[in-house]
């Protein structure tokens, strides 16, 4: 059973379904950095909130403290703030967690985590989860993204439109729905960093835009003819 409330006869075509959503949305842009610091600092300068102003706050943080594990270390309190303000709520927080960010850097990696790049993947993620709020999806984000190991991290926007679309099962917690899905899918992935790129960000898009976690605009999804939380809700 999945998330769907149904037992889906088939999965989707995801090769499919992926070029059907390049050909709604368009080719993505290129992911802003392919530095795994510079990603975790992504992850981290906002929260929960859109990724324009992610964006703005991250510029403002290389424009006044710099991006490096050293400059982060140098930079004064405010000059950080000035960055993590505009990252949304409990800015002070995130200024702690991004010198702690640069602190672990410079202990663990001696301020390069260039080397976390050529380790085996199980290793790689555990390197990366060292660091505050990256768990098992946001490492394989990174090790996708600076194009070190081919692997489909995905956020919580493409895991729900995945589940809605018949792959995997909504499980107890976020870890196991997520490894199911995972399994579902790796048949079906391609041996391609552009191709899995784009996956991770047109899923994304899908799951903000269209498949949105309450009232997904499915009338409007180019998808849905595939869809099992689609099919599942059409009168026969
Ligand atoms: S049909 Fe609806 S539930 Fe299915 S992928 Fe599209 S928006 Fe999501």
Redesign the pocket.
Same mark, same amino acid.
């Given at each position: 059973m999945n998330v769907n409330g149904i037992m889906p006869a088939s999965r989707p075509n995801l090769q499919k379904t992926i070029s059907q959503l390049a050909k709604h949305y368009g080719n993505p842009e290129p992911p802003i950095t392919t530095d795994p610091f510079e990603l975790i600092l992504w992850e981290n300068v906002a929260y929960l909130v859109s990724d324009e102003r992610r964006a703005e706050a991250f510029k403002m943080l290389r424009r006044h403290a710099g991006i490096k594990p050293h400059e982060i270390l140098a930079a004064s309190h405010d000059d950080i703030l000035q960055a993590t303000k505009l990252g949304g709520m409990h800015p002070e927080q995130r200024v702690s967690r991004l010198k702690e960010i640069a602190l672990i850097a410079m202990n663990e990696f001696g301020g390069d985590l260039t080397q976390v790049l050529k380790l085996p993947l199980p290793k790689a993620k555990q390197a990366l989860r060292k660091f505050p709020s990256i768990g098992e999806p946001s490492a394989e984000k990174i090790l996708l993204f600076t194009r070190a190991h081919p692997v489909l991290g995905l956020d919580s926007n493409g895991l729900r439109?995945l589940l809605?679309?018949g792959f995997g099962e909504e499980k107890k917690n976020y870890t196991a729905t997520y490894s199911t899905v995972q399994e579902a899918i790796k048949g079906q992935l391609k041996d391609d960093y552009d191709w899995l790129i784009s996956t991770h960000i047109l899923l994304r898009q899908h799951g903000k835009e +269209? %498949?949105k976690t309450n009232a997904? +605009? %499915?009338e409007k999804?180019p998808?849905?003819k595939s869809?099992a939380?689609?099919t599942a809700r059409v009168p026969t």
């Open positions: 439109v809605r679309l +269209l %498949c997904p +605009l %499915c999804c998808v849905r869809c939380y689609f």
